[in-house]
């Protein structure tokens, strides 16, 4: 006899209800990134436009240390959206050497392309949720995040 939950395609692996439920999240989000986002930039490439946004013009090795990742991979994401128009690098202050960043115009389109994906992705969960499993799946969603991102951190960083 199968129920609901027994579900499983033949030869596929036991499934968790919480993990399932997860990954179907993660993918319909990355698809819809994806359908949204010609310009192929990754999460990493985003995470320099939106610092950016909010922290106005930055070195390459600001934005290296403020997203935690190498200055080679952060040449790499610069050389990307330098490439695709979406930042500009100028010399600035007593060292030419080092580069300031700021969003371009083209830059600044993107982010607002974005924000628009995530308002209409927001609008479609307050038609199938109420307000309060609203404020329930927010909740929810930051604990998990929350969680996640310790689990991600060293311990150097978890005391810091």
Known sequence: MTTVGDSNPAGAVDSNPLEDALTHLQCVVVARRTRTNPEHVTWQQYDVLENLRLRGRMTPSQLSD????????????????????????????????????????EGREFLSRAADSRRAAAAVARTVLTPGEQSIFAELCQKVADALYDHT????????
Do not use: C, N
Not at 88 to 95: K, L, M, R, S, V
Not at 153 to 160: I, Q, V, Y
């Open 153 to 160: 951190r060293t311990p150097l960083e978890k005391d810091a």
């Open 66 to 105: 403020s997203l935690g990742v190498s200055r080679q991979s952060m040449s790499k994401a610069l050389r990307f959206l330098k490439d695709r128009e979406l930042v500009a690098q100028i010399a600035d202050g007593t060292d030419r050497r080092e580069l300031t960043t700021t969003l371009t115009d």
